[in-house]
């Protein structure tokens, strides 16, 4: 008889970072990021809602991380590099 744990399907698509932002999303402001400034975090605006993905969001604590570190983004500079 094989017994295996048993996971719940929200354990699965959350991330398993123990809380803490990952350094290389934190380096500067992406296009997705400054999506998410503009609409204010609100997740019924944003365009990757329409995609139906498996995850839980993080980019609200994201956009709070890097408007800390950063400030809020400079248009030109980071269009271009994103």
Do not use: H
């Amino acid at each position: 008889m094989c017994i295996s744990k048993v996971t719940r399907i929200d354990e699965l698509y959350m991330p398993q970072t123990n809380g803490e932002i990952s350094a290389s999303i934190m380096q500067n402001w992406t296009k997705q990021a400054i999506e998410c400034y503009e609409i204010n975090s609100d997740c019924s605006k944003c365009s990757l809602s329409a995609g139906n993905y498996s995850f839980v969001c993080q980019m609200p604590k994201i956009v709070k991380a890097l408007l800390k570190v950063y400030g809020e983004p400079v248009y030109e500079q980071n269009l271009k590099q994103a």
